[in-house]
């Protein structure tokens, strides 16, 4: 099968490689000996090699590419990023001193390495200043290298509330506060909105567990963003908080410490979906090398065995879980990167096959983008990745991420470092 295109647009042929993507989960064998030919950004052709390669050839002026033996994905998606971040710390406060100009090259460096990574699609849930739209702006116009971007604006927050000390989020009171807060990031931009609704990790004058809007202050915020067509994801950790928000539309929780079996039943039911972020606590590490203080290390590291037991009962209750790192995609961890060891972590709880599922298909159709992304199809954006070994086998296949495609254009090959400067 094949989709439109015209003689102008540059053809791609990719062979020699085994082709799968998130519809394993539902008993789609993977395409072994395919080719697949991408005709300007978009797929036109995916099968057995043979077929495909006739029909490109076919249409004229063609570039082959040997993949030698890969396994080839869809580009992967992290649902939770901050090309901002500034935590406690002394290399926060080094990003919170940066300007204007200093930000936006240390931003854009974290968009281009993101994309070498694998990551070719990331939904930005707080960032400095706008920041964000014009790195989205820039990335759109092929001004620098980097993932697709989904963004919330600026995070929005009860005054004092958590992360009001930076300027990735606005302070807001009252439901007319709230609405007012939704439009705002809206006028600017904004795929999606982004509300604190208790206390974290991050912030010293609370707790995880501190409620800190109102039910007509979350009322208004999720009201608001749905009538102009924008999901909502909520910063939350405690059941309590989160049954309420769910109960009012709430459609993502981001982090979600402290669960119950009974409020990760009623978000199934309800179809709120889980960016668990696991790797925020247990990443001494990474806060290592930040100096972040230690009683933020403390309250983070001690959430440990709770996060992860939330995460079990979203599993058990069949919450939609997603890929979100919270550590900046691109940073090195552990071996690999940061949304890489995520992935890793919640394979070993849901298997490589639903894994694949987390980190692709699952965070497209959260998003809205599943006519263009999440599955190797004719017609959809060519977002590809290639590794040697094998994902579904073991999704530590994807620490060797060694070619990348976004919109039909390679970002990275290993064998000529020339198209990753």
Same mark, same amino acid.
């Given at each position: 099968m094949s989709a439109a295109y015209s003689p102008e647009q540059p053809s791609v042929l990719l062979g020699n490689c085994t082709v799968l993507d998130a519809r394993v989960v539902d008993g789609m064998a993977p395409v072994?000996?395919?080719?697949?030919?991408?005709?300007?950004?978009?797929?036109?052709?995916?099968?057995?090699?043979?077929?495909?390669?006739?029909?490109?050839?076919?249409?004229?002026?063609?570039t082959e590419v040997d993949l030698d033996g890969a396994y080839v994905t869809p580009g992967l998606v992290?649902?939770?990023?901050?090309?901002?971040?500034?935590?406690?710390?002394?290399?926060?406060?080094?990003?919170?001193?940066?300007?204007?100009?200093?930000?936006?090259?240390?931003?854009?460096?974290?968009?281009?390495?993101?994309?070498?990574?694998?990551?070719?699609?990331?939904?930005?849930?707080?960032?400095?200043?706008?920041?964000?739209?014009?790195?989205?702006?820039?990335?759109?116009?092929?001004?620098?290298?980097?993932?697709?971007?989904?963004?919330?604006?600026?995070? $929005?927050?009860?005054?004092?509330?958590?992360g009001h000390e930076g300027n990735d989020t606005l302070e807001c009171d009252g439901p007319v506060g709230f609405r007012q807060g939704v439009r705002s990031q809206i006028k600017?931009?904004?795929?999606?909105?982004?509300?604190?609704?208790?206390g974290g990790i991050a912030g010293e004058h609370e707790s995880i567990h501190t409620p800190q809007l109102f039910a007509d202050e979350m009322t208004a915020a999720i009201e608001t963003a749905h009538a102009w067509g924008r999901r909502v994801?909520?910063?939350?950790?405690?059941?309590?908080?989160?049954?309420?928000?769910?109960?009012?539309?709430?459609?993502?929780?981001?982090h979600g410490y402290q669960l119950t079996p009974q409020v990760?039943?009623?978000?199934?039911?309800?179809?709120?979906? $889980?960016?668990?972020? $696991?790797?925020?606590?247990?990443?001494?590490?990474?806060?290592?090398?930040?100096?972040?203080?230690?009683?933020?290390?403390?309250?983070?590291?001690?959430?440990?065995?709770?996060?992860?037991?939330?995460?079990?009962?979203? &599993?058990?209750?069949?919450?939609?879980?997603? $890929?979100?790192?919270?550590?900046?995609?691109?940073?090195?961890?552990?071996?690999?990167?940061?949304? &890489?060891?995520?992935?890793?972590?919640?394979?070993?709880?849901?298997g490589a096959a639903r894994a694949i599922h987390a980190g692709t298909l699952g965070p497209i159709r959260w998003l809205g983008a599943e006519s263009d992304l999440g599955t190797v199809e004719v017609g959809k954006l060519a977002d590809l990745i290639a590794t040697d070994a094998d994902p579904l086998a073991d999704t530590s296949a994807f620490r060797d991420v060694r070619w990348v495609m976004k919109g039909g254009q390679i970002a990275r090959d290993d064998r000529n470092q020339e198209e990753t400067r």
């Open positions: 072994t000996g395919a080719g697949v030919w991408v005709r300007g950004d978009r797929i036109a052709a995916v099968g057995p090699y043979a077929e495909v390669a006739e029909q490109a050839r076919a249409a004229g002026r063609l992290n649902m939770h990023t901050h090309f901002s971040l500034s935590l406690p710390g002394s290399a926060g406060d080094d990003v919170k001193g940066m300007g204007a100009y200093d930000l936006a090259h240390y931003m854009a460096d974290g968009a281009r390495r993101t994309l070498h990574t694998g990551v070719t699609t990331v939904r930005c849930v707080a960032e400095k200043d706008h920041a964000d739209f014009a790195l989205r702006r820039a990335i759109n116009a092929g001004r620098v290298p980097g993932p697709r971007i989904y963004t919330a604006g600026r995070a $929005l927050v009860c005054t004092g509330g958590h600017a931009g904004a795929d999606l909105i982004k509300v604190m609704i208790s994801t909520a910063h939350a950790g405690p059941a309590d908080v989160i049954a309420a928000a769910v109960e009012l539309g709430l459609d993502c929780v981001e990760a039943a009623r978000m199934a039911e309800r179809g709120t979906a $889980l960016v668990p972020t $696991l790797l925020v606590t247990r990443c001494k590490e990474f806060f290592d090398e930040l100096g972040v203080p230690e009683w933020m290390q403390c309250r983070s590291l001690g959430a440990g065995p709770r996060h992860l037991e939330s995460f079990e009962m979203a &599993i058990a209750a069949g919450v939609e879980v997603l $890929l979100g790192s919270d550590v900046p995609p691109f940073w090195e961890f552990e071996g690999t990167t940061a949304s &890489i060891r995520e992935l890793e972590y919640m394979s070993e709880r849901i």
